[in-house]
């Protein structure tokens, strides 16, 4: 009897697969993003793989949830793994937010400073992809999983100082032209936002840390 429930529980290494699953939706979503910013023709198409990308997440996030009511044994607290899961769902899903933006309001065109900012999040991105990938042996790489969250977090102040500046040069260019303005400082909360939500995950992965070592 034993042995049957053994065999029917996932193993441990299942949620760690799922993060990394997980994360990889949000690199693939920031590069689409990030390309999204250089404009053009091809927008359109980006907010499509965009899209195509939160989906991906949200059948991860499925996964992850139905793989914990099925385990007796999680590798750390039930509660940590859902909301990391959340975590990083919410950072695709406000991508998707961010290229939604851009088709309501028929934007080709953007800022040099929005541009910063999604090079920020394709960074941001790739750290977490690292992070999450060392939680497996979080004992090991406990001082590069604590580098990457507060790198993380330095990039989110960036973010806020480069939004800060692309808004005021936006409202200065943008004087006569009102809605212009509307529509652009719209697309720099989204994409502030966006990091926002890779600081929450840095902040799940990093309070994990604290709690099981």
């Known amino acids: 009897m034993i042995g049957l429930f053994q065999a029917l529980m996932p193993r441990e ?14 690199t693939l979503g920031a590069r689409a993003l990030r390309e999204l ?7 359109t198409a980006c907010c499509a793989r965009i899209m195509r990308h939160e989906g991906e997440a ?3 996030a499925a996964e992850t949830t139905d793989a914990l009511r099925k385990s007796f044994i999680t590798p750390f607290d039930r509660s940590d793994i859902q909301d990391l899961s959340a975590a990083l769902d919410d950072a695709i899903d406000q991508m998707q937010k961010t290229a939604k933006a851009s088709l309501l ?5 953007f800022e040099p400073a929005m541009r910063e900012m999604g090079d920020i999040v394709v960074e941001a991105a790739a750290l977490t992809v690292q992070a999450i990938g060392m939680l497996k042996d979080m004992q090991k790489h ?3 999983i604590n580098a990457l969250a ?5 990039l989110e102040d960036q973010a806020d100082a480069i939004h800060d500046r692309g808004l005021k040069a936006l409202l200065h260019e943008r004087q006569k032209d009102p809605m212009g303005f509307i529509i652009g400082r719209e697309i720099y909360s989204q994409l502030e936002k966006v990091v ?8 799940r992965f990093s309070g994990i840390l604290i709690e099981h070592l």
């Open 196 to 203: 926002d939500r890779f600081e929450d995950v840095a902040k």
């Open 142 to 144: 406990r001082v590069s």
């Open 13 to 26: 290494d299942k949620f760690f697969d799922l993060f990394d699953r997980h994360a990889a939706t949000l």
């Open 58 to 60: 949200d059948i991860v």
């Open 37 to 43: 910013l250089d404009g053009g023709d091809g927008a």
């Open 150 to 154: 507060a790198r993380i977090i330095e």
């Open 105 to 109: 309001f028929e934007v080709q065109s």
